[in-house]
């Protein structure tokens, strides 16, 4: 099967500081890559989409400046909180897609608790 | 804008009881829709998906049939085992292919022996 990988499954940090989450696909070549953030008892809500080597499509009301996603490989994507706030605390997923497939496979997602 | 909504549970049933999540749609274009399945500790999984109307997706046990007419994708188990509870999403997307995914708010259900 098609795994995805997060890393770190959760972090805790202070705010104003940055945190970077690692997404990987280990055993296939994502070409999309997309970010979600899923508060306690709703959805998932797509923050933004990322295709190799290109800058990341945001949905709207996602700070791109304050969310920097880099998707530099075929097999990795990151996400950067910048200048963390307790607002941000929240759990992050991730998941890749291959071509001409109607199928995401997720990530295990990260939780981030900003203190 | 295109939205899922779904039962929000949680649910809890026993073992070999009858299952049935309501899941309803808006859509501006032609949806394929998708249950998703996330176990304890563990990623999304894709448990079913139908891509045009009257589709019937099935695995595990779990069926749904997309409703154009109703808009809906109800998902039903005939009789759920322990190993059965997870939360579960409906979603939807628009253009097909690795696209963007809108989901509902999921629903947790818990089967006790």
């Known amino acids: 099967g098609a795994v995805v990988s997060q890393h770190p499954s959760w972090v805790i940090c202070k705010s104003g500081t940055s945190v970077k989450i690692e997404c990987r696909s280990l055993?296939?070549?994502?070409?999309?890559m997309f970010w979600y953030r899923q508060f306690p008892k709703q959805s998932l809500m797509l923050m933004a989409t990322s295709n190799e080597g290109s800058k990341a499509t945001y949905e709207q009301g996602v700070e791109k400046d304050k969310f920097l996603i880099n998707h530099a490989s075929l097999t990795l994507s990151t996400l950067t909180v910048t200048s963390a706030h307790p607002e941000d605390s929240s759990f992050y997923i991730c998941s890749a897609g291959r071509d001409a497939s109607y199928e995401q496979y997720f990530g295990p997602g990260t939780r981030l608790t900003v203190t | 804008g295109d939205s899922v909504t779904q039962m929000e549970g949680p649910v809890t049933l026993s073992e070999e009881a009858c299952l049935t999540i309501n899941c309803t749609y808006t859509a501006t274009g032609y949806p394929s829709l998708f249950w998703y399945v996330q176990y304890p500790g563990e990623g999304l999984q894709l448990l079913l998906k139908?891509?045009?109307?009257?589709d019937k997706g099935s695995n595990k046990g779990f069926e749904a049939t997309y409703r154009k007419e109703t808009t809906s994708f109800h998902l039903e188990k005939g009789s759920v085992q322990v190993s059965d509870s997870a939360v579960y999403f409906c979603?939807?997307?628009?253009?097909?292919?690795?696209?963007?995914?809108?989901f509902g708010k999921g629903m947790k259900l818990t089967v006790n022996p």
């Open positions: 139908a891509t045009k109307a009257d």
């Open positions: 979603a939807l997307t628009v253009q097909g292919g690795s696209e963007k995914l809108v």
């Open positions: 055993d296939f070549q994502a070409t999309t």
